[in-house]
């Protein structure tokens, strides 16, 4: 059923990039003309597919999550011990039932049992600070961050982040500020307070969660629960007491796969379209030109 989906979403490609509009007073460039809004669509429409096990077909040769979850746990016990981390807060329990059915190998965990954060401190010597600025939300990686002095640090700069932690602004969430810190940096890097910090554990693919952060069914649930007007806001209670479909390693990486592929062919019709846009705008003008000239 999920490769039937997955193939019928590709070969439907031209009918989301036909669903157009133009938006009202917007500039002279294609791009900031166009509303590509079937696009849009496609993809929250891929994401949630994704996160419910209907993107890609389970593999009984995948090991089922209940192991990925108790290697986890020990895995949490043995960072405690050696003592990398502290103790967690236990996670709070979840206020609701899990918001949807999912295939037996998986598993419903809570956000605050796939990972782990890695404390705070105050900075004492030359970092790399990580705000919201920092973050490049379409490829939800880190770009241009600022490097400081020690005396020159905001009250915010206070998460210990490492490559491979994900970083979620738990302030105005709409916004999507969520990255991947991706590869190390020099000085070390510092996160401020906004972001909500998991760095997952071993078998717990990052990019998989980087995706379900951004689904249709995690923004729903930020939306029902986050507080605040000008400056909406989840709290990290909140955040780590959501519920998370855990799916087998391999399957998770299966599905980062799938996503990418089908996201890459987007990109590619966005570009074509605009690009098409914008070449009947240039021949537009150039006959307009011609008349009145």
Known sequence: MSNNIASLIVDSLDIWSGAVELK???GRGAGKRLNLYGLEKLR??????AVRGKLVAQDDGDEDSATLLKRSVEQLEQLVDRGEIGRPRKVTKASSEPPFEIPKSWQWVQIGQIGHDWGQCEPQREFTYIDVG?????????RDPKVLGASSAPSRARKIVRPGTVIYSTVRPY???IAIIDRPFDPDPIASTAFAIIHPFDGIEASFIYRYLRSPIFIKYVESCQTGI?????NDKQ???AWFPLPPTGEQQRIVAKIDEIFGLCDSLEAEIVGAAESQRLLAD???ERAIG
């Open 175 to 177: 916004l999507l500020n």
């Open 134 to 142: 920092s973050i490049d939300q379409d490829l939800g990686l880190i």
């Open 239 to 241: 955040f780590f007491s």
């Open 286 to 288: 150039a006959i307009v």
């Open 230 to 234: 000008a400056y909406p806001a989840i």
């Open 24 to 26: 009202p007073g917007a």
């Open 44 to 49: 929250a429409l891929v994401l949630d597919l």
